[in-house]
């Protein structure tokens, strides 16, 4: 598959392929293939080119259609890694997919640069938006008294900066500050890695360090710190009591599951692009260090590094359910609408939920004891119970019982309101006095260290869509 080191091929075959036909570039260091080897790396990249085309544009597809999916500010930064990779698969690998099955570079020494600058910087636009993923993350989770400021604006901002970050270390090639040539197969093109002199010295230094190292260095500091934030706030909700009146003031099992995922799913996108990258980078490196290296030793890598854009989708596929709900219905409506035409079905679920959003409601925190529902708006005390005896203004006959699914039902007899500075009372529904509510509840269990009595014991449920039905 390698020719000799000299840059001598093992065939006449090869070196018939090999063509000098550019304008201004060097290409005194290119060390062709073999056929077999050129035929090889173009059926690789054809392959991993239909991924990543495939993959990048469902995920773009799914942001388009899902308003919910454009509704959460971090995922304008998956969307932004989608069209880098997608932007890699289009403008990067049929220039060099279609070189390699020729066997040298068809399309001349300015569209080698230009190549070289569109990789570099979508490359740099990926690497820099899971930065900011990260900080997203870290800002969340362990100071979470500034996530309401992760708007929508923040997080344009923070793209504006993705990208100006990106040309400030892409564009100084083109204007004399190192450059863009062909890599040591011949069929692809990036930065300059031999160096002759300072100017290129630093370049490649800096680029190493600001493009790379810092990078890596920032990851590993807010994905430890969101690692321990996570252990400190599991061992607090395995300990604590849960809140008897008011907000809690720890996490709920399912949101820390929820962040624990997501977490999970972030790091593991940087675990790859690393590792999809860091043999490029020690190859790139180990060029500045000594005039020759190995052919397999610059061509393995950049083969490899070219799958860094194949793996996001694939990681949002297996860890992220909402994104493959999301993906089948904007994919295949028709069919997502009719397969699983039962109580799960998540299609039929979705469905419910929109059109209970659609009615009058407001947002409640219900508590229940074994005798007693106490319903009241989000983050005061409970306003009804049983007996009459709650701590709000209305009571009633409030029955409790669970239903399929995450859905609990309320049925609330006789409720109307008490009397306010002598105005009469109010029934809460106009039709009658007897209406059923449903909500989307979430208990808290009691932990072994609750020391109240199971009688006096309240499960505290997560804040819901109260809608009268």
């Known amino acids: 598959m390698f020719n000799n080191s000299d840059g001598s091929s093992s065939s006449n075959d090869t070196l018939s392929l090999w063509h000098y036909d550019g304008e201004f570039l060097d290409k005194s260091h290119i060390q062709p293939l073999t056929t077999l080897g050129y035929l090889g790396t173009a059926v690789y990249l054809t392959i991993l080119g239909s991924i990543a085309t495939l993959g990048n544009g469902s995920v773009i597809a799914v942001y388009i259609r899902q308003k919910k999916f454009r509704s959460k500010p971090h995922n304008i930064l998956i ?56 900080g997203f993350r870290y800002i969340s989770l362990c100071h979470p008294q500034y996530a309401y400021r992760l708007t929508h604006h923040v997080t344009a901002f923070s793209l504006i900066g993705v990208w100006v970050y990106s040309l400030l270390w892409t564009v100084p090639p083109l204007v004399g500050w190192s450059s863009y040539t ?85 790091f593991l996108m940087v675990i790859l692009f690393m590792v999809a990258w860091t043999p490029y980078t020690v190859s790139s490196f180990w060029s500045v260090l000594v005039e020759e290296i190995p052919l397999a030793a610059a061509t393995y890598p950049t083969m490899f590094a070219k799958s ?90 409030c029955h409790y019982h669970r239903a399929s699914g995450s859905v609990s039902t309320l049925r609330v007899d006789n409720l109307a309101r008490r009397p306010h500075a002598g105005n009469a009372p109010k029934t809460l529904h106009p039709k009658g006095r007897k209406y059923t509510v449903q909500a989307q509840v979430e208990p808290v269990p009691r932990t072994d260290n609750d020391s109240s009595s199971s009688e006096d014991s309240v499960h505290d449920l997560s804040c819901i869509d109260f809608t009268v039905l």
């Open 79 to 134: 969307l932004n890694l989608a069209v880098s990779d997608l932007g890699i698969s289009i403008f990067g690998y049929p220039f060099c997919t279609a070189s390699g099955y020729a066997g040298y570079w068809l399309f001349g020494d300015t569209v080698c640069q230009l190549y070289a600058f569109m990789c570099y910087t979508l490359s740099m636009s990926s690497l820099n938006t899971l930065v900011v993923i990260a």
């Open 182 to 266: 062909y890599e040591l197969f011949g069929t692809s093109c990036s930065i300059k890695w031999t160096v002759e002199n300072t100017s290129e010295m630093s370049y490649v230094v800096g680029s190493c360090l600001f493009c790379y190292l810092l990078h890596l260095l920032l990851l590993g500091f807010f994905y430890y710190k969101v690692a321990r934030r996570l252990r400190k706030l599991n061992l607090r909700g395995q300990h604590a009591m849960p809140a008897v009146r008011g907000r809690r003031d720890f996490l709920t099992s399912s949101r820390m599951q929820s962040e624990s995922k997501a977490t999970m799913m972030c």
């Open 308 to 397: 860094s854009c194949v793996f996001n989708p694939i990681i949002y596929a297996i860890a992220h359910k909402k994104f493959r709900t999301f993906l089948f219905q904007t994919c295949c409506p028709w069919l997502y609408r009719r397969v699983g035409l039962c109580k799960s079905n998540p299609y039929l679920e979705q469905q419910r939920k929109d059109r209970l959003r659609k009615q009058k409601g407001q947002i409640f925190c219900v508590q229940y004891t074994n005798g007693n529902v106490y319903i009241g708006p989000h983050g005061s005390r409970g306003c009804w119970s049983e007996d009459g005896s709650g701590d709000g203004g209305s009571s009633g006959r």
